[in-house]
């Protein structure tokens, strides 16, 4: 495995693998790796030649009062988690050599990223896309691994794909849970344990919603409604945003049919933690 | 030669020249071919394997009332032209495949846009900087070319394609004239003879710019000046603008220095024509 930093000696590989015509995977992530991060690379590993993972806080992603500063980085144990999968390269850039002095450039979805997190976050999905953007054009991917942790940013991503034609394949692997059900984050590291017990209530509020579903509940307003209580319930708890939305244009809605997301931004203390879950609703 | 309309057949095409690897060659144009863009595809010729001329009228870079529905269009002429290089493909997609229903992500250059054509026509050069990306994730071209007429827009694409970490380069071919000075432009057919007379102004004033700083005028306003006098003296002409600036980031200079860009946008009736000159000044 190697650890690269520098864009041109990135540049060369991808250019001798491409030659070669074997297959290149990527893992785009902020570091701090956890086992959905591990999932997501063993997926890669299954199908590529050459699995790459970037590991990269970007500033662009963060809002002022953010935790950009404080966002969790260790490199060493990274590198060590990473090379158990193993990948063949952790593509590591400082901030200098992907936003250099008079960079100006920015790709933006429009649309899909207003609701959700792209309302409490404002600029957010902005700074995703254009990171992904420039992560897609330096490894060259033929295929590139998210998380569906961040629903949102998965839609926004393959609207991304889709709209300017690049020429790769997103897929998504399910959320990976610790044992009691919090799905995993690298934020998870700020909580105290009252917060870490607290946060349970997101995953529960989610398992409910499913139940009410499964007994045949379709006013997704009662649904809504049941875990923004339970949310409530929770006296470390503030809720960023509880929604019931159409998968496809993350639009809220009223009945649930088809393919529905219902997801979540809850503040446990001061950490923001997101969590969702899928369901295929069939009315029949 | 073969006409592509369909995004599926180009990346057929693209995959096969790629996988043998060889090398593409991309000439982006509106169509209504002129000896200008033929210039650029016997630039492509000399040096890639595969030569791509797309032809897209793009909407998306025309504003409220401009010229979209009048922009001339004959794709019969532009083949015979095209094929006389001779080019390999061109591309002529459909709107509504570029832009299908859903269609919303953006990808624009902040700054360097503001000024020139990006301050008479808002939006123009994120319409241009979108479709350039697109095109170039289609038809993933080694590399491409444009014409130096449409000056800013060469600096605003050489700064999307390094901004966002694009694997290819932009080759810049020189106005390419009439034999009475003119810039060619497909726009040129919108001229009466009358207007076609008066169009020479713009190239006249250029002609007694660079005059007035070979003869050791450093003062960027004096030119202009001179330049503005001349234009408003042809009863037909309308000055939209007419500025001196620095050629790296597009900002108005006072004294010429290094390698200055004195552009502009003039009216001539209701048809509006670029012109432009590069200078590089020695102060020695």
Redesign the interface.
């Known amino acids: 495995m190697e650890i690269i930093k520098d864009?041109g000696r990135l540049?060369e590989v991808v250019g001798q693998v491409r030659?070669a015509?074997q297959t290149i995977g990527l893992v785009p992530t902020m570091g701090y790796l956890h086992q959905g991060h591990l999932t997501l690379m063993r997926e890669a590993r299954k199908r590529c030649d050459l699995v790459v993972v970037s590991i990269f806080v970007n500033p662009l992603q963060f809002g002022v009062g953010e935790d950009f500063e404080e966002y969790p980085r260790d490199l060493t144990r990274d590198a060590e988690l990473a090379g158990g999968v193993p990948v063949d390269i952790i593509f590591a850039p400082p901030v200098a050599a992907l936003y250099p002095k008079?960079?100006?450039?920015?790709?933006?979805?429009?649309?899909?990223t207003e609701s959700l997190c792209g309302c409490s976050r404002p600029g957010h999905f902005r700074g995703v896309?254009t990171v992904v953007?420039?992560l897609f054009?330096?490894v060259?991917p033929h295929v590139a691994y998210f998380g569906q942790k961040d629903a949102q940013q998965v839609v926004v991503i393959k609207?991304?794909v889709e709209?300017?034609?690049?020429?790769l394949e997103i897929v998504t692997v399910p959320i990976v849970r610790e044992a009691d059900g919090l799905a995993m984050s690298s934020r998870n590291v700020y909580l105290s344990p009252e917060e870490r017990e607290a946060a349970l209530v997101l995953s529960r509020s989610l398992t409910t919603a499913g139940e009410l579903i499964d007994r045949g509940e379709r006013d997704a307003r009662k649904v809504r409604e049941t875990m923004v209580a339970m949310i409530e319930g929770e006296p470390l708890a503030t809720i960023d945003y509880v929604e019931i939305v159409d998968l496809a244009?993350l639009q809220p809605i009223d009945r649930l049919t088809g393919p529905v997301l219902i997801a979540l931004a809850v503040r446990i203390g001061k950490t923001r933690l997101l969590d969702n879950k899928m369901v295929g609703v069939n009315n029949v």
């Open positions: 864009l540049k030659a015509g008079g960079y100006n450039t920015f790709v933006e979805v429009e649309g899909i896309t953007n420039k054009n330096l060259e609207r991304m709209d300017l034609n690049m020429n244009n």
